[in-house]
């Protein structure tokens, strides 16, 4: 069955660096998403991404926040200046789109520990 | 705007024993319902979807629930809980729309007990 792979699987930074989130959706899907997951809390939509642009973000994905599929296959959510908060496990998702709530097909995420 | 509410964070259950984790939802529009399952360390997985068809719909591992738009509710049931259940389960809700976002819920962490 097709997957959504992500890479890492678990990244340690220092707080204020840059960090990639990698995601290959699966092939034929045309709508993408970053979730995120504070441990032990609920998962939060960060931002969809559709036709090579944002198709809508949330409040928490401010201006050091961006998304981008350089190659037509990569899904990379790039956070600037990392801070403390940012600790969490980010979900890719992605859907194909043709129907509505067909639902997503999530990555087994990537866990972002900022220190 | 649209919501999600789940009775509980925390449900235990003995082994054998019905399952019942609850969903209500908020949403101005005819909504699609969704439940994920995510096991320790994993990521989330779709059990199963309810988009306007039949309304008990049945999904993986034995998992089914019902839709009752009088009580905007979408509640988890299984007859029978097996040790494997132990999970985390999320109802989530969307619109439906081109982007169709989604909205979970908190969560409710379900244990089996032996």
């Known amino acids: 069955e097709p997957e959504v792979t992500q890479t890492p699987s678990h990244q340690v930074t220092q707080m204020g660096q840059e960090v990639i989130l990698r995601c290959v959706p699966i092939?034929?899907?045309?709508?993408f998403y970053w979730y995120r997951q504070i441990l032990g809390q609920k998962v939060e939509f960060l931002v969809s991404?559709?036709?090579?642009?944002?198709?809508?973000k949330s409040e928490i994905f401010d201006d050091q926040f961006s998304v981008e599929r350089p190659d037509g296959s990569n899904f990379t959510l790039k956070i600037r200046s990392t801070k403390l908060e940012d600790s969490a496990m980010y979900f890719c998702?992605?859907?194909?789109?043709?129907?509505?709530?067909?639902?997503?097909?999530f990555g087994s995420g990537t866990r972002l520990t900022v220190v | 705007a649209q919501s999600v509410t789940q009775l509980g964070s925390h449900v235990s259950v003995s082994e054998g024993a019905l399952v019942l984790l609850r969903c209500n939802y908020s949403?101005?529009?005819?909504?699609?319902l969704f439940w994920y399952v995510q096991y320790p360390n994993q990521g989330l997985q779709l059990l199963l979807k309810y988009t306007s068809a039949a309304t008990l719909v049945k999904g993986i591992n034995g998992f089914e629930a019902e839709f009752k738009k009088s009580e905007t509710s979408f509640h988890l049931t299984k007859p029978s809980a097996h040790m494997s259940d132990a999970a985390e389960y999320f109802c989530a809700v969307s619109e439906g729309t081109s982007y169709d976002k989604v909205i979970f819920g908190p969560g409710t962490s379900l244990s089996v007990i032996p």
């Open positions: 949403s101005s529009v005819p909504p699609y």
């Open positions: 991404f559709y036709n090579n642009e944002i198709s809508e």
């Open positions: 092939s034929n899907h045309l709508y």
């Open positions: 998702a992605s859907r194909p789109g043709q129907i509505a709530g067909d639902g997503y097909t």
